[in-house]
């Protein structure tokens, strides 16, 4: 399985500011993805961050409130902008790749995440 | 309505009872995995089930994959403190265009 790092890993930010949370994965994946999960909620997918091209994101998610950067195989960062109290938010990035050598599906391989960055905003 | 329902949203039990979570939806998913998430941290995947009517144990866990491919259910034999925990089951579907889908997640409390 991968191993994700996920900076910062907490931090509280002010209103109208913006803040970038970077994501390294210790080997080089295809995929990778950021996901948002709001207090006691389960996990939304804010986009597909796509290597060398802009990334793809899911309906309620704009670039110009999540921009979100894809240099190499092994990096990502997703910046919240302007952010509210509504962006008090977990964030988290994830890979897809192999358990332990199998191919766990035949339309997706299996996701790993990392520890997440707890947001506050006040 | 999300495409996976989760069931029960919130669970108390003592020590050493059964629970059986369940997850359903009316599309048929290619794989079903199931994730605890304890607080702090990010999502850790317990299972990966991918055949209609497959079992798979882990542990004091079953996990099951419905014949249809449309539900799961994870069943936890004899609970412990250490179970504690959200547990969020995700798949993928076409009708989700084939991205992980999560379905809203089960907050579990296991009292000693």
């Known amino acids: 399985s991968a191993v994700i790092s996920q900076k910062p890993s907490r931090d509280i930010c002010q209103r109208g500011t913006s803040l970038t949370i970077q994501c390294q994965v210790d080997?080089?994946?295809?995929?990778m993805f950021w996901y948002r999960q709001q207090p006691g909620q389960s996990l939304t997918l804010i986009a597909t961050?796509?290597?060398?091209?802009?990334?793809?994101?899911e309906s309620g998610f704009v670039i110009d409130k999540f921009p979100i950067s894809r240099p190499n195989l092994t990096f990502s960062t997703l910046t919240v902008s302007n952010m509210s109290p509504e962006d008090s938010s977990i964030y988290l990035c994830?890979?897809?790749?192999?358990?332990?050598?199998?191919?766990?599906?035949?339309?997706?391989?299996?996701?790993?995440f990392g520890e997440g960055s707890w947001l506050t905003v006040v | 309505t999300q495409l996976l329902e989760q069931s029960p949203q919130f669970l108390s039990i003592q020590e050493g009872e059964n629970l059986t979570v369940y997850c359903n939806s009316s599309?048929?998913?290619?794989?079903l995995q199931w994730y605890r998430q304890e607080p702090g941290e990010g999502p850790v995947l317990l299972v990966t089930?991918?055949?209609?009517?497959e079992v798979k144990k882990l542990k004091r866990l079953t996990f099951q994959f419905g014949d249809a491919r449309k539900d799961s259910s994870l069943h936890i034999t004899a609970a412990q403190p250490g179970d504690t925990g959200l547990y969020l089951c995700?798949?993928?579907?076409?009708?989700?265009?084939?991205?992980?889908?999560f379905g809203g997640g089960t907050r579990l409390m296991v009292k000693p």
């Open positions: 080997s080089q994946v295809t995929m």
């Open positions: 089930v991918v055949t209609g009517g």
């Open positions: 961050a796509n290597q060398g091209s802009e990334a793809t994101y």
């Open positions: 994830s890979v897809e790749g192999f358990r332990d050598g199998e191919f766990t599906s035949s339309s997706g391989n299996t996701i790993y």
């Open positions: 599309s048929v998913f290619s794989s």
């Open positions: 995700a798949g993928y579907s076409p009708h989700a265009g084939n991205m992980l889908t």
